[in-house]
């Protein structure tokens, strides 16, 4: 912690002074904590804090970012000054903390490794005003800094408060530019062109594996082709995902689905070759887009699979969505599977419980299993209609 | 698909050499860069964060939508005008465009045999592509700010997880892998925290950034050669046989024995925080004089800079040198690649770090630098060329030739403070006939240390102004 000598007589003269020509009772010299952390995003946890002059401050900063930081609380107006003093002090910046040794510095703690907690107990000036704090780590003081109100009033609404960075200047619980807007919000752009059905995104998927695609087709159905072990994981009716939170690109987070799931695959593995119980290996070779649907092309045990995923037709409700929005339907799912070296018999496993009725183009239905023959095998598909009234 | 660009680029700036230009951006794009890269006619492939991967004809200046959904794709390799190799979390995937409309329509794993927890920090980056047709990627350690997910691809190890430790809890990760033509991928060299920038100098020799953190005091280049240890203990758990527990609980001077040093060290917060990928200077003169060195970007500052690479009893070693500094260059400068026409591209990114967001380019005026050439060893003490003639008054003054040397400790703390600082006196300055060169004779010269190296105001004979007066020597060995 550092407290320039000047400052501290000062303020010992000032607090002395009040002291003797006030008839507050000492007790009521007020103090508080205030605990702040450095967070993903070069952002501290809250961007602002009052406290009223006087006031014996412990402020603790802790570092939960994966890069250093400090904070330097600063005269009113001098943040930008105090930034750039710290990176003109150059080959000194490191074993200065990057804290320039200028009166505009009014207190401060130094660089923290990630993890680390340290802290700083001042006394809040006598003087009102808006005292900035910044992080002064090269590269972060334009974005990371936030504001000391030394008041004794309310503080301004946090979306006109011109103290704080812009991008904080909202709730945080509303912030985050989510998909899920309000009926009155514009919906966001998110690409420089308007995504049509299908597309998809690589990205991290609830109920997945890390290696998993969501695909978005026509009709307001959607999928979740799971790349990594290769098969159709669960499929949803409603929206597509929201990728807000995933985009920001710190965390643990993944994209939200949005709609309703109707499908989910709870069996080990839903292809079998040779015989009912044999788990393939599976190994994931990319898709090849046909009328822009992704077809997939994977191999059981090296034998090569191509599997399109297309909707089909809904069974009640408006077909067209053109035709205004009365009722979304049910939707269906038809996979085109291709084995064009199927030279087993192939089982199609499935469980009850996943949310669908199964249709089959060839083979025959056998103690829950759906039997191909090898001719059968290299071209088939398989219709999954959702069951009324199921909770996946 | 063509994009409008509707972005009005910032106004160009320029100093003396080199100048910047922004490239405008189509609307709508988050352009947070992941990879740049050229086609021999000079158009440029970019991936950005979203998935996108698009094409600028500078010609034109007009921005197409090539493929999409990728996720997070930090790499690419121009393989021919309709395809490209693109570097993603869960794949090295092959990208083809193979019925000629200009979108791609074919999405082949070229590998995906190495392990992703989930967790946000396992990014992956490359790939490059040796005489021998051999790729080569590298993997991201994980971070302790977060978890891995539920499930996972590959075996999972948690062994080396601990509090503010960076970890590789499924196979691979901290490792550099080689991919043959025939498919298989191979584990290559490990002990990599971050390592994000892969290059080959015009020799062949492979180097490799990392950024400073836990076991890594400062950010490093290494030269990276097959089955070496660079010092971050985590994937060591994934070295063949390894059978000695948590890496990181071994004595810290076994890992020291067994790790190679860095060839340079970019001292944090003097020279760069964040340095990125490395672009070797293949212009041959388009560029200015500096052909056959690389330049790196920078995150934390708007910075590129330059390194000074030498071979000392067999082994290199060398300086860093800032290079092009603000005049309009933003900062977050994780992608670098030159373009047919010698201009180097800077390609931006932020993504939760400190940066910025966007494209531009450095476009040699014409105007020869004045500036530090090379900086090599010599038994007492340095040799200087500049890449000029210099004015004699001025390079012959000892005291514009300021050094203090210092060093970074290997241990498990993130970064590291500089130990030792000392100033370190320059006794005799001569200076060769071609008054380019400059022979710095220093009191005492030491095998681990940083020589950082201040220049004072010296002229070339035209009265020129030194464009970088920082340099920083990594002296692992002394001459012998």
Known sequence: ???????????????????????????????????????????????????????????????????????????????????????????????????PDIPQVLWSIPVLSPGETKSVTFTAPQTLGIYPYVCTYPGHGAVMYGAMYVTEEALPALAEDPNIPSARRVDRMQAGDSLQAGPHQTPKQWHPYEPVPPYWYRVFIPGASPAAMAVCLPDSVSYCWDAGTCRLRFAWQGGFVDNSQLWKGKGDVSSIILGTIFFRDKTDYPLRTGTPDHIPVVAFKGFRLIDRYPEFHYTLDGMDVYELI????????????????????????????????????????????????????????????????????????????????VKL | MAVGCVTDPDQPASDVSYRVEAIPMPEGLSSETGAIAFFPD????????????????????????FAEGFHDPLGILVI????????????????????GDGQADLYETVTDDFGISGNYHEFNYGP????????????????????????????????????????????YRGWIMKLTPSGTLWPYACGFRSPNGLAFDAEGHMFVTDNQGDWIGTSPLYHVQ???????????????????????ELPVAALDSMRTKAAVLFPHGIMANSITQPALDHTQGKFGPFAGQFFIGEMNQGRIVRVMLEQVNGEFQGACIPFYDEKGLRKGNNRLAFAPDGSLWVGQNDHGWAGDRGIQRIVYTGKPPMDVYTMKLTPEGFELTFTQPLDLSTASDTSHYQFRHYYYEYHQEYGSEQFDIQRRPVTQVSVAADQKKVSLTLDTMKAGYIYELTLGDIRSAEGDTLANKLVCYTLNQLKK
Not at chain 2, 88 to 94: A, D, F, H
Request: with cysteine.
């Open chain 1, 310 to 389: 297309k909707p089909g037709k809904k069974t009640d409700g408006t077909a067209h969505a053109s035709q205004g929005h009365v009722s979304p339907g049910r939707v269906s799912l038809t996979r085109t599977f291709r084995m064009p070296q199927a030279n087993q018999t192939l089982w199609f496993a499935f469980h009850p419980d996943d949310g669908v009725d199964y249709q089959a183009s060839a083979g025959v239905w056998k103690e829950g299993l759906l039997k191909l023959s090898p001719q059968e095998a290299r071209q088939f598909t398989i219709h999954m209609t959702p069951k009324e009234g």
């Open chain 1, 1 to 99: 912690m550092m407290l320039p000598q000047k400052k501290l007589l000062l303020l010992l003269t000032t607090l002395l002074f009040a002291f003797l020509m006030s008839s507050v009772p000492v007790d009521e010299n007020p103090s508080v904590t205030i605990r702040l952390q450095a967070i993903p995003g070069l952002q501290y946890d809250q961007v602002r804090f009052s406290v009223k002059p006087g006031t014996t401050v412990e402020l603790i900063l802790t570092n939960a970012d994966d890069m250093s930081h400090n904070l330097l609380i600063t005269e009113p107006g001098a943040r930008e000054e105090v930034v750039l003093s710290a990176l003109q002090l150059g080959e000194a910046g490191p074993t200065a903390d990057f804290i």
């Open chain 2, 128 to 171: 490059i592509q040796d005489q021998a047709q051999n790729l080569f990627i590298a993997l991201n350690t994980a971070s302790p700010n977060g978890d891995v997910r539920e499930e996972v691809r590959g075996r999972l190890d948690h062994r080396g997880r601990a509090p503010r430790q960076m970890f590789a809890a499924v196979p």
């Open chain 2, 80 to 99: 021919s005008p309709s395809e490209l190799l693109v570097m993603q979390r869960p794949e090295l995937t092959r990208v083809k465009d193979t019925d």
């Open chain 2, 42 to 65: 000079g158009r440029l492939a970019a991936c950005f964060h979203r998935g996108e991967v698009m094409f600028y004809d500078p010609e034109t200046k007009v921005w197409s939508l």
């Open chain 2, 226 to 248: 097959e089955g070496k240890f660079y010092g971050h203990p985590a994937s060591l758990l994934w070295q063949e046989g390894w059978d000695r527990g948590n890496p990181a």
